[in-house]
């Protein structure tokens, strides 16, 4: 079965520090990464996909990175609108399992 | 085309009371899923249409849930007898295939049910 750890859980940042998001992963043949992101009562919004190690996305201030064991999602220069909770999530095995596998979320406030 | 829509973005029943949520995918989308969340956990696959088939249902669907998605459209979630266990966010994704099967899932707002 597919598994996703996030790390940390919470995150307090000061406006502008930057810092770094972990998604580990165990998965039967990764087939794609995918980082969201989450505004408290909405659904998940797509920000990345990342599909073989090494791999490197960009999005303003964020910047998704992929290994064969993790994924890095870093924050640069934040500001308060960057407060969100960022899901990570793996699809993984035979051709047909089209199912995500979620991790729990880094949950991140940006502090002015 | 503005995306993944849900209907009713919120529901309040009393336990033992049948539910029924709708889903329309972005237009063309020929994948459509769902997904349940509870407060402090990552969404949980429940069940994934290609078309009008249902090619797979996760474990946590039990036989009070079914869902349909008559003609490739829209997609409808029913809950019978709901259990105050059944309390989460609903949540609808659509994509079409992409390269080598892969494809970005893009969700809806979600209906938030609530049993009381």
């Known amino acids: 079965e597919d598994q996703v750890t996030q790390s940390p859980e919470a995150l307090r940042l000061q406006e502008g520090e930057s810092s770094s998001l972990n998604c580990s992963y165990t998965?039967?043949?990764?087939?794609?990464l995918f980082w969201y992101r989450q505004d408290p009562g909405k659904g998940p919004e797509f920000l990345f996909t990342?599909?073989?190690a090494g791999e490197e996305k960009e999005k303003e201030r964020l910047k998704a990175t992929l290994t064969k064991k993790e994924s890095f999602l870093h924050i640069t220069a934040p500001k308060p609108e960057d407060s969100a909770t960022y899901l990570c999530?793996?699809?993984?095995?035979?051709?047909?399992?089209?199912?995500?596998?979620f991790g729990k979320g880094n949950q991140v406030v940006v502090i002015p | 085309d503005t995306g993944v829509s849900q209907d009713p973005r919120h529901k309040i029943t009393k336990r033992g009371q049948n539910v029924t949520f709708r889903c329309d995918p972005i237009?063309?989308?020929?994948?459509l899923y769902w997904y349940r969340q509870t407060l402090g956990q990552g969404p949980e696959f429940l069940t994934y249409?290609?078309?009008?088939?249902?090619?797979?249902k996760s474990r946590l669907l039990s036989d009070r849930f079914s869902a349909e998605r008559p003609k490739g459209s829209f997609s409808t979630l029913e809950i019978q007898r709901t259990e105050q266990g059944d309390s989460a966010m609903y949540l609808c994704?659509?994509?079409?295939?992409?390269?080598?099967?892969?494809?970005?899932?893009?969700f809806g707002p979600g209906t938030r049910l609530t049993v009381l």
């Open positions: 249409f290609q078309n009008e088939a249902q090619l797979e």
């Open positions: 237009s063309e989308h020929n994948r």
């Open positions: 990342l599909y073989s």
């Open positions: 994704a659509s994509s079409t295939t992409g390269f080598s099967g892969m494809d970005e899932q893009f």
């Open positions: 999530a793996v699809q993984g095995g035979w051709y047909g399992n089209n199912r995500l596998a």
């Open positions: 998965v039967s043949g990764l087939r794609g």
